[in-house]
């Protein structure tokens, strides 16, 4: 789409590292300097309602909203509403909390133009000089904004960025008319990439239900491996999820599989993380082989932490938190925990690791219906030692594991073919944005000859 964009014939530069060249007829300026901030207040998941006030929260900017904030995902009743912060058109909300310094400061333009509140851990920026809200949801959240946030960002388990800090953001600015001449562009380009991206997810979702089927019916003994039809006989299982099983299969509690079970933690000083100790969490599972993790604990931290426990290869870990629950890893080599996850250690010798990792992954359902709490639903450690699971003999198991995995190999190639694309295309659209955010492309032609009924970029 690019290749028919040309660069601005004049460019200075912009005095910001991240900014780079930008054309000359552009300014640059601070966030400080073109607008006002105030920190958002108010409630918590309790005051949540199916109608009432819109209310934005900021977890709903890593989760929900891309650049705009064109509906809510949840309401507030107009009395507690009093208790929130009202924002406004065009207004831009930052996370002032998150979990890396690369995401931290995440950030959406409110484009709703009914009442609508937010509520705490939102820092508000409300522009005191026409510029196009568009253009602002972009460029606030475009590859160079996000690299200038990321180095505001303080803290280590919980990161924090602060409104002295984003009032240093810079933005290079066109003139209005131009300003919203890009936002035309992007809303078509980021568009087109959008439909694009959706119809290789739709493509993806269909191809792992395929897989899942096939895991699911050879683990439970829907179908016999060996000859790709359902066994002679069957007995009911007692378990709901499972319905009937082989006759001469039986049904275990998952602790019963294990010899050793445990959880870990966090540890609570910013040194413990500087270490050759894999530490997984909840984000490292991907119901395959934990062989990288995001972070590591240091010997030291092992050691004088009595919670931090070291678990031995092929240990099964499980997910217990949040949108994670029920995902599952083994591990490739010795490693701890954080607390969001529960592990099995120590298989016993009638079980084969992989053939349950393949059982949870096909009882993931089962096992988040479990879950109790609200915003953030959870399941517990005896929860996951209780769930009742098929116990084939374990020569069964393995053969199981090995057809199963040949079955769905070109359907996981397939899969990573159509994933390495969404990649590629999401890459393309981050670029996109930030080259015409920053001035290095010039889209204003690009842009008068779109048709007048042109969609605007999904959320």
Request: aromatic share 8%; hydrophobic share 35%.
């Amino acid at each position: 789409m690019d290749a028919e964009l040309k660069p601005y014939e004049q460019m200075k530069d912009s005095g910001v590292e991240w900014l780079g060249e930008v054309p000359e007829h552009w300014e640059v300026r601070s966030l400080g300097r073109i607008g006002t901030f105030s920190k958002g207040k108010g409630g918590s998941k309790e005051d949540e309602r199916q109608s009432g006030v819109p209310c934005i929260r900021y977890g709903d900017l890593y989760t929900t909203h891309q650049h705009f904030i064109h509906a809510p995902r949840s309401y507030v009743s107009k009395k507690r509403s009093a208790h929130y912060t009202l924002i406004e058109y065009g207004d831009v909300l930052f996370a002032a909390s998150g979990e890396t310094t690369e995401e931290i400061g995440k950030s959406a333009v409110n484009l709703i133009r009914s009442d609508v509140c937010c509520g705490g851990d939102i820092i508000l920026f409300r522009p005191n000089r026409a510029i196009s809200p568009k253009y602002l949801g972009y460029a606030t959240d475009s590859r160079p904004a996000v690299a200038q946030k990321s180095l505001m960002g303080r803290g280590f388990t919980v990161v924090h960025i602060y409104t002295s800090q984003l009032k240093q953001l810079c933005l290079a600015l066109p003139p209005h008319p131009e300003q919203k001449a890009i936002a035309r562009f992007l809303d078509h380009a980021i568009g087109e990439i959008g439909r694009y991206i959706r119809a290789k997810e739709k493509l993806i979702a269909l191809l792992e239900e395929q897989k899942q089927v096939i895991i699911h019916d050879a683990v439970t003994g829907r179908i016999n491996v060996h000859t790709g039809k359902p066994y002679p006989d069957y007995k009911p299982s007692g378990v709901q999820w499972l319905d009937t099983i082989p006759s001469h299969w039986e049904v275990r509690k998952l602790w019963w599989l294990y010899q050793r079970h445990g959880s870990g933690t966090t540890p609570s000083q910013d040194y413990h993380f500087e270490g050759p100790v894999p530490w997984v969490m909840s984000g490292d599972l991907n119901d395959g082989i934990v062989e990288t993790t995001t972070r590591t604990v240091s010997k030291r931290a092992v050691n004088e932490i009595s919670t931090l426990k070291l678990y031995p290869p092929l240990s099964l870990v499980i997910a217990m938190y949040g949108a994670t629950i029920g995902r599952t890893g083994v591990l490739a080599d010795y490693a701890c925990t954080n607390q969001a996850c529960f592990v099995l250690a120590d298989p016993y010798p009638h079980t084969n690791t992989a053939f349950y990792q393949m059982v949870l992954v096909a009882a993931k359902k089962e096992l988040s219906a479990a879950s109790f709490g609200g915003g953030q639903p959870n399941i517990n450690a005896e929860v996951v030692k209780q769930f009742r699971v098929p116990l084939p003999p374990v020569s069964e198991q393995t053969d199981i594991v090995n057809r199963s995995r040949h079955a769905i190999s070109g359907i996981d190639t397939r899969i990573s073919q159509e994933q390495s694309q969404v990649i590629l295309i999401r890459e393309y659209r981050a670029r996109l944005i930030a080259d015409v955010v920053s001035g290095k492309l010039d889209v204003r032609e690009a842009a008068k000859a779109l048709p007048d009924d042109v969609a605007e970029a999904n959320p």
